[in-house]
């Protein structure tokens, strides 16, 4: 069976975490004396091509007219596009990929991707759908970077009809690249659980930058404010599409968020003192234990 | 007229931010050649003092009952307590300030400092109102450290009988611990701001965490619900205090963030994608300019 460090990648679309995956794969992976691994990679913007081939991190570059050509040589794709365009690109691509390869994405969401494997499906192609639990408030191959992956989490999500040695080949990749927690789920859970870590988050933080009444709050600033609001440079047509494609979880994540905050809300009307200091304390306690999780994988 | 490292200072309250306060008096003002500087302190912990002698941050330490020899030896009084205890303790020990002397707070609400100011009113002793925006999720003197104060921002409300010599006296003293943006401003404009950027943050920050459905799931972690939720490692009795001596700002906050997030969820929960595109890219605008607000001032 052929190493990770001889395969040949293939990276559909060099965007922020496409470049990101290419440079932790060139950095951690194609690293090894004597390996023959090559990593090629395909955007829609020939500027990300020509950086990503000046860096030395893609071997060999394609336009997205010319894509077909390139998944027909890769023996692991990453399809690191938008949830809708990975959705279609699988679609229209379904041909293209090279019997015996490996094939995932990056969706924040699964349900959309899930419901439409049939019509990408090929028993000779192994399609192990993932999320790499990382990203940056910054866009773009320009901002990419092979270390933003250290000490995360790697959600996969394997089907029935994946190899397990495949399954288990693509952890080692995934934990070469340095994430440190690969947590095996499925599609359900992940978006219901997702919809809470990340886009709830995302959905506060805008909403608190929204709610500030002016601009220069900054100015009395303790970084709290700062902390929280990160996340609010967001990328607006990406997470327009994530809180769309994942509305049902993320509405009920709302609503159970915005009854625990009126809970708080109204002690604090009453005045009452002792209620908000168990509430809080039980808070504690709890991020507390969360804490403990992240520290248990290495963190 | 004396000069800062020369000063004997005094720290009331050797917790998270008097022994910070203290040791960052140490490290950067009395770290002059041939300064004749001390710090003294008092706290109710004798642990606490103990360690600070042992560490040369107090070179001399007094129990409570002592505070007030302490309090007539200070050309400089730093109340480190939370707010009504910084209330009672300048009624209470309103006469054992050296004449001369300048006193400060670190309260991070002010009305209720301000409607007592009558209460320990003195002529010959200017207390100047002042908030250190910063701080840590860990408590007490043993975590106390002098680094945390850079590139933050302090607020002082200087009084009408304030001489205009001691405020700039206490703003350099304040550019000295670290800090790189000194507002001036008064109670009423702080108590209105700080409940945005401080309290309404740890509000949101708390019921986020409560609303979790279990402890685990920073398992399914990015990174974001950890940034927006490590202000929930949070001080259940000072924090129930500041909310409640705020409440009336507080609420005002809370109740337009709620409107805020009900609004982007209405336009999630109807699908309209051109609608929150625009919210979300407003927000990234202003989330913008308010970090060049940051920028301006030197972090």
Redesign the interface.
């Known amino acids: 069976m052929k190493k990770l460090s001889d395969f040949v990648y293939g990276i559909v679309g060099l965007g922020l975490m496409g470049g990101s995956l290419g440079k932790a794969i060139r950095e951690n992976i194609l690293s090894v004396p004597g390996c023959t691994g090559k990593i090629y990679g395909s955007d829609i913007n020939s500027a990300s091509l020509d950086l990503a081939s000046r860096q030395h991190i893609c071997d060999r570059v394609f336009s997205a007219e010319d894509v077909d050509s390139m998944l027909g040589e890769c023996d692991f794709v990453y399809i690191c596009l938008y949830p809708h365009a990975t959705v279609d690109f699988l679609k229209q691509h379904r041909d293209s990929f090279k019997s015996g390869s490996i094939v995932s994405d990056i969706s924040g969401v699964k349900a959309l991707v899930f419901d439409s494997l049939n019509d990408f499906y090929r028993p000779d192609v192994d399609f192990i759908p993932g999320h790499p ?3 940056s408030e910054k866009e773009g191959y320009a901002n990419s970077s092979g270390g933003i992956f250290r000490n ?2 790697y ?1 996969v999500m394997p089907l029935e009809t994946n190899s397990r040695e495949n399954v288990e080949l693509f952890k080692t990749l995934v934990g070469g690249l340095g994430f440190t ?1 690969v ?1 095996e789920t499925d599609a359900k859970i ?1 978006d219901h ?2 919809a ?3 886009q ?14 002016d ?20 990328n ?2 990406l ?3 994530l ?2 494609a994942n ?1 049902r979880e ?2 009920s ?13 109204d002690e ?2 009453k ?1 009452e ?1 002792e209620k ?9 306690t ?6 403990r ?2 520290l248990k ?1 290495g963190k």
Not at 217 to 223: D, K, N, P, Q, R
Not at 286 to 291: C, G, L, N, Q, T
């Open positions: 639990m990382a990203g995360h989490n959600i927690r947590v992940h659980k997702i809470f870590t990340s709830l988050c995302h959905v506060i933080a805008s909403s608190l930058v929204d709610s500030a009444e601009d220069s709050i900054t100015a009395f600033g303790g970084g709290s404010f700062e902390d929280l609001t990160r996340i609010a440079l967001i607006a047509p997470w327009t599409e809180f769309l509305k993320l509405l994540h709302i609503d159970k968020f915005t009854e625990s905050l009126g809970r708080l809300r604090i009307e005045g003192d908000i200091r168990l509430y809080l304390e039980n808070v504690r709890r991020r507390m234990a969360m804490a999780t992240d994988c």
